[in-house]
C-alpha cells in the first residue's frame, strides 16, 4: 500500500507563499502522474496541479501562474510552490494519482491565508 504524506500547510497573509511536500512511500512517479488537490470549505474537491511521469505540468486557471509543481523522484516527493496566495487558496492540499486518484487519500496540509 503505497503511503502519501502531505505537510507544509500554515497560516499566511494574502500575497504570502508556502512551499507543500508530498512524500511517497514508494518509487512511484516513473509510472504515474501525481497532482495537488485542494479542498476548500463548501466546495467540491479540485485538481490545482498535476506533474506527468515525463516531467509536464498543468495548472487550474485560478492558479496558474502563481503556484509551481515539481517532484524529486529521488526523494519519491513532489513539490508545490505556491505564491501570491490569495484568501481563496484556503483548503486542505492532498496529493495523489492524476487523473484518477487510485492511491489512500493522506490527512492533507491545511493552508489558510487571511486577508
Known amino acids: 500500500q503505497v503511503q502519501l504524506v502531505e505537510s507544509g500547510g500554515g497560516l499566511v497573509q494574502s500575497g504570502g507563499s508556502l512551499r507543500l511536500s508530498c512524500a511517497a512511500s514508494?518509487?512511484?512517479?516513473?509510472?504515474?502522474?501525481m497532482g495537488w488537490y485542494r479542498r476548500a470549505p463548501g466546495k467540491q474537491r479540485e485538481l490545482v496541479a498535476s506533474?506527468?511521469?515525463?516531467?509536464?505540468?498543468n495548472y487550474a486557471d485560478s492558479v496558474k501562474g502563481r503556484f509551481t509543481i515539481s517532484r524529486d523522484s529521488a526523494k519519491n516527493t513532489v513539490y508545490l510552490q505556491m505564491s501570491s496566495l490569495k484568501p481563496e487558496d484556503t483548503a486542505v492540499y492532498y496529493c495523489?494519482?492524476?487523473?484518477?486518484?487510485?492511491?489512500?487519500w493522506g490527512q492533507g496540509t491545511q493552508v489558510t491565508v487571511s486577508s
Open positions: 495523489n494519482v492524476v487523473p484518477s486518484a487510485i492511491f489512500v
Open positions: 506533474i506527468t511521469s515525463g516531467g509536464r505540468t
Open positions: 514508494g518509487s512511484i512517479f516513473s509510472t504515474y502522474a
